[in-house]
């Protein structure tokens, strides 16, 4: 027997908490936390280590300001909504070609453009872009001023101050944010929005790259300041002074402090040494050279590249990169990368955002700019299709105005054609 008694204790449990609730969730999910895969030391890493990694590696600071930049760039635009009326446009990139009627003035377009006095949108976009990229998760919590019902601002907060809190029966009760000086803030659902890439093993939390490659950022930080010990602390490391009795406090304080002052440090690299009273040098150094730093920092920025399927042409790297494939890099990093980062901000906006603004919110929709790079000549070809499809189909005896729409061409007036014979100005010899 479970602890829901008999199954049909259960299935009776379950018909109550419908008829209790407008909205239940029939399992019990997780409770709310830290489910990272990359377990640190033994322990569980927190959303803050993600985003000190942020400062820690030049190659993560410069994937994440690339990705954050570069979702933040599109334009956006308000639209109202075709009426769905079960036809379907057969293009490969309906570009050129939206019919939509674009919204000029509403106040949900106004929040977007400025979410609060302190940021305009492209701002505001990049920085939750960041937690996205490093946490997997960004937060957007939403005001209300004047009584007015619908959200009037937009702040995005720390993935880290945030804390889910699951409800038995509604799936998610709310919010808690901790404050810098610790103090919890509840919210309620409507008052937060949450864009996430899933955590596997947590419903209520996303996951990041960060989280797989905690060890590589290790090691290229230790990498780093291995190297830069080695300049400061000392220009041949890794030795023993072998003498053959036990040395007196001020014979080692002599001894060390003579060293120090021959030795130690860059500007005195390379000096002889000199060892009295039979004293002798043995070396158990590693050299940069056993080491091999040069590859290892490279193998590092590659695992790095490869949590978040970046080309390295994308972070300036061109030691073999042509126009060709800098051009292609460019393309996927725009179809693979940014647009569905663009899908999951527009999903948030039409789907969370917009009905908190009631019936002024039916009937429009968000939607950005192509962010992928022009090509005149793939958009020359498309065009030439169409053109030679909508001929195919309006010799067919279909309706003009229909095939437009299905090609995807703007509604055109049909000009005739004139078959008289041009007349000869005055005065004009053949």
Known sequence: MSRYGTPGDAVKSGLRRAFRNQVTSPI????????????????????????????????IYSIVTTLATAVAMPEWHLYKKRPVDGRRRYTTGDQGSDQRVEVVNHAALSLWDKPNDFHMRFEFVEGFAQHLELCGEAWWVLGRSNGLGFPTSMWYVRPDRMEPVPSPDNYLQGYIYTGPN????????DEVIMIKFPNPLDPYRGTGPVQTILADIQAQRYTAEWNKNFFQNSATPGGLIQVDKRLSDPEWDELTARWRETHQGVARAGRVGVLENGAQWVDTKITQKDMDFANLRTMSRDVLREAWGIHKSMLGNADDVNRANAQTAEEVFGSWKVIPRENRIRMALNGKLLPMFGASGQGVEFDYENPLPDDREADGAELTVKANAAQTLINAGFDQGDVLEVVGLPDMEVVEKTTQMPVAPPGWVP
């Open 28 to 59: 019990p999910f997780p409770s709310p936390g830290r489910y990272n895969i990359f377990d640190l030391a033994g322990g569980k890493a927190s959303n803050d280590t993600f985003l000190r990694a942020f400062g820690s590696s030049g190659t």
């Open 182 to 189: 610790g103090e919890q803030v509840p919210l309620e659902v």
